[in-house]
């Protein structure tokens, strides 16, 4: 089946300072990639997602790439704040019989003021 | 409701006991999904619901966790048995078809003592 791998498993950046995620996926089908943002003692939220006929998106402050040949993807946040700290999920969609989300195991950024 | 309704919030069950978590997805959608969030750790995928395909169940840790949904309605996790290892958060998300954004409940937190 799909295997989602993340990293780094954390990260801490100085505030204003720009923090790369990265995840690699494994079936070479998937075609739909969120990305999801978890605050402490709450649930996932969607912040960015990329389908696989565009190679990067961008909304504000965070911009995702796509490399489908090397099926890795990574997200990319610009002059971070301490309000970005959080934990942050990559997905991919298998394009299979269900389409189901695997996700990626987390990467716990914290941003220093 | 205006969003993923899950229920109990919180759940503490002796060991043995079975529980039925509850999820009421967004009005409308096809796709449901169940995972597990162990303390600290990634979104363990558990099944998904899409339409009236037959459920992906490959998730599923073992023949003691089983999961059912009323057509594009309610849906519910049921884990008979229950063992320490069971205790983590089970969030449930829906979507308005596959590959587009999922939408997270508040999750129940399970507690087996």
């Known amino acids: 089946g799909e295997n989602v791998e993340q990293h780094p498993s954390t990260l801490s950046v100085q505030e204003g300072d720009s923090a790369v995620i990265k995840c690699t996926y494994s079936?070479?089908?998937?075609?739909?990639f969120p990305w999801y943002k978890q605050e402490l003692g709450k649930r996932p939220q969607l912040i960015i997602d990329i389908r696989s006929n565009v190679g990067e998106k961008k909304d504000q402050r965070i911009a995702v790439t796509l490399n489908k040949t090397a099926k890795h993807f990574s997200l990319h946040i610009t002059e971070t704040q301490p309000e970005d700290s959080a934990v942050y999920f990559c997905?991919?969609?298998?394009?299979?019989?269900?389409?189901?989300?695997?996700f990626g195991s987390g990467t716990r950024l914290l941003v220093r003021p | 409701g205006a969003g993923v309704s899950q229920s109990p919030s919180n759940k503490v069950t002796e060991k043995g006991k079975d529980v039925e978590l509850r999820c009421d997805p967004i009005?409308?959608?096809?796709?449901l999904y169940w995972y597990r969030q162990r303390l600290g750790q990634g979104l363990e995928f558990l099944i998904y619901f899409q339409g009236n395909s037959a459920p992906d169940k490959s998730g599923l840790p073992s023949d003691r966790f089983s999961a059912e949904r009323t057509g594009e309605s309610v849906s519910t996790l049921t884990i008979q048995r229950t063992q320490q290892e069971d205790s983590a958060v089970y969030l449930c998300?829906?979507?308005?078809?596959?590959?587009?954004?999922?939408?997270f409940g508040q999750g129940t937190r399970l507690t087996v003592v």
């Open positions: 009005s409308g959608h096809t796709a």
């Open positions: 079936d070479s089908a998937s075609n739909y």
């Open positions: 997905a991919a969609s298998i394009e299979d019989s269900s389409y189901k989300l695997i």
């Open positions: 998300a829906s979507s308005s078809t596959a590959r587009t954004e999922a939408f």
